[in-house]
């Protein structure tokens, strides 16, 4: 047996209380250098968290895009400390089309971005997911740098460039709005006490390479409000497109509870109602087929839609959670175009 060998016995020894000073003394040294050894690994091991999740989903379409598919996503998130001011985050994703296998085992980090304080102003550069004040305009990746300053009244801007994203979608296709160059926005929120907020702000999507497609600009303002159990939300967007050809939305939320990871069988329900022009969003966060009344389809063209979503989500253990999301949605103006979708999902968080 080695002195460093046996000095590790010693350690233990000593961790559990044994009266081993003699043995102590002896192997000092040899119980100094393992200490730093041991020091190092655990400051290594603090400095670094990795948490993850995987969700599956199963999606069935009804009406002019009728079909079915299911997929499996999982993300690994790192996150390093890099001094008492700011952070490394790093998310490795891989998605896989069960349908089809088209776009199956890509795997890249599609979030690599430092975040910290710079005085009193938050500060998120590099690649980051970008999900604006009003989700039902861009919720998707950006390359570029985001700020917030504030508690109860908050400001905040961002510059940069929609990440592409062809991979995402099962059939290859590119992701609705990557096509613009350049993106910037402000937006501004206060609470008034803890049940209300109010919000504003105006968002631009710059230099498209569809030349076809002008550049936009969306205006949007509303208020968000919780009462027990009960929460209420009212947005109002306004595009000052010259090529939208509907250039303002409505969009209504209503909601019961709230499902939390943490909280096995804690629930929730939502409802919402959608009345967008096409000017009025570029990559929507519903899991519904809004993409399809932003192009072309077939002979119904259509600039826009309308209908409503209604969800409920249940926390089956800690970090199990299902969930169920109905949408019907027509046109704007056409109500002959239609796409329902029924959307499950069951996400594992750890």
Do not use: C
Request: proline share 1%.
């Amino acid at each position: 047996m080695t002195r460093y060998e046996m000095a590790q016995i010693v350690a233990k020894a000593l961790a559990k209380g044994a009266n081993v000073d003699k043995l102590a003394a002896e192997f000092a040294d040899e119980l100094e250098r393992l200490h730093v050894r041991v020091a190092a690994l655990e400051k290594k091991s603090d400095n670094v968290k990795i948490t993850g999740a995987v969700r599956y989903n199963y999606a069935s379409n009804r009406g002019n895009n009728a079909g079915y598919g299911h997929s499996l996503r999982t993300r690994i998130n790192f996150n390093g400390k890099v001094n008492d001011n700011w952070n490394y985050a790093a998310t490795l994703e891989n998605r896989q089309d069960l349908t089809n296998n088209e776009g199956d085992e890509l795997t890249r980090f599609t979030v690599a971005n430092l975040n910290g304080r710079l005085g009193g102003v938050m500060v998120t550069a590099g690649r980051m997911y970008h999900t604006l004040p009003v989700a039902e305009i861009y919720d998707e990746k950006m390359d570029g740098i985001e700020v917030s300053y504030g508690k109860k009244i908050r400001i905040g801007g961002y510059y940069g460039k929609l990440a592409t994203a062809k991979w995402q979608n099962g059939a290859g296709t590119t992701a609705a709005g990557a096509g613009f160059e350049k993106t910037w926005g402000v937006n501004a929120a206060a609470d008034l006490g803890k049940s209300v907020t109010l919000f504003a702000g105006y968002d631009a999507f710059k230099d498209n390479t569809d030349k076809a497609i002008d550049d936009n600009g969306i205006f949007d303002v509303g208020l968000k409000a919780k009462y027990g159990k009960f929460g209420v939300g009212a947005t109002y967007l306004k595009s000052n497109s010259d090529t939208a050809k509907k250039d303002k939305g409505f969009v209504a939320t209503l909601s019961y509870g709230g499902a939390s990871f943490a909280k096995p069988g804690s629930w929730g329900l939502e409802a919402k109602y959608y009345k967008q022009g096409d000017g009025t969003f570029v990559a929507h966060t519903m899991n519904g087929d809004a993409w399809m009344f932003r192009e072309n389809y077939g002979a119904n063209t259509d600039y826009g839609f309308k209908g409503y979503k209604v969800a409920g989500y249940y926390t089956v253990a800690k970090n199990m959670m299902l969930g169920v999301e109905y949408y019907d949605l027509k046109g704007y103006s056409n109500s002959e175009v239609k796409a329902r979708t029924l959307w499950s999902e069951f996400q594992v968080r750890f």
